[in-house]
């Protein structure tokens, strides 16, 4: 089974998902150069797709591993530092 999730931006392209960072929050990438990081949020409005930085993109990604540490979440943990280190490493 997959896990992967796909959007298809109207500039971009098809863009995949890196993680999930928070409820309705979740962080995309071009599919192929993963150099262009988005922040799409999920809203009774719809989606809203906000470009950020890929120093910004790492910042959160490095949040979400520190709530999941703490939480004591090490399955999605060990998962999600995989992520980390094949994205922005």
């Known amino acids: 089974m997959s896990t992967e999730t796909y ?3 109207p500039t971009f392209g098809l863009l995949y998902r ?9 962080l995309y ?3 192929y150069a993963q150099r262009l990081f988005f922040l799409v949020t ?3 409005s719809g989606l809203s797709c906000e470009p950020i930085s890929r120093s910004d993109s790492r ?3 490095e ?3 520190r709530m999941l540490r703490r939480a004591g979440q090490t399955e999605e943990y060990d998962k999600l530092i995989l992520i980390h280190q094949r994205t922005f490493q």
């Open 42 to 44: 999920t809203s009774p």
């Open 7 to 9: 959007l298809n931006h």
């Open 59 to 61: 910042l959160l990604v």
């Open 18 to 26: 890196v993680c999930v960072l928070e409820e309705n929050k979740e």
């Open 63 to 65: 949040n979400r591993l």
């Open 29 to 31: 990438t071009t599919l």
